[in-house]
């Protein structure tokens, strides 16, 4: 009989990844629930800042349980498991006042890159709507703005 581990290797450090990364965030209420979030932003060798719109289920439940976890399966081999505690930094963001600024300060980085395989893209999205392309450029400005500022 196999006997199963949850043992898997560890990062010390967040690699880079490109920016139009989806992620997928994982909250609980005790039950899992996974959300796409787009183009988090490396804050730090252990921090990430997403953007979240204010009316999210996953907002609500991360301030009730902060500990999450991030999945970002991006293109360059980066194929990693951030778990740590999101917080809230900004209720409001500068020109997106329905959108929140999320910090999750990262206590485990789960490499999940295999000798089998490499990663060549993450998940892909396409934006239809160019305002909403333009918007989600504005916000992700805004957090590597915040991320070089808190370095």
Not at 97 to 118: C, G, P
Request: glycine share 6%; charged share 25%; proline share 6%.
């Amino acid at each position: 009989m196999t006997q199963l581990t949850s043992d898997h290797p560890e990062l010390d450090v967040l690699p880079q990844w490109p920016q139009e990364t989806i992620a997928v965030l994982v909250t609980t209420d005790p039950a899992p629930h996974a959300i796409p979030v787009s183009w988090p932003v490396r804050a730090g060798d252990r921090r990430i800042l997403i953007s979240l719109k204010s009316d999210r289920g996953s907002l609500a439940r991360l301030r009730e349980r902060p500990e999450v976890a991030l999945l970002i399966l991006g293109g360059g081999d980066v194929a990693l498991c951030a778990r740590g505690e999101a917080k809230v930094i900004a209720e409001e963001m500068p020109g997106a006042q329905d959108y929140v600024a999320v910090a999750l300060d990262v206590a485990v980085i789960d490499d999940h890159r295999q000798s089998a395989f490499s990663v060549a893209q993450g998940i892909q999205r396409t934006v239809l709507d160019e305002f909403e392309l333009n918007a989600l450029k504005g916000r992700v400005a805004t957090l590597r703005d915040w991320a070089a500022n808190s370095n």
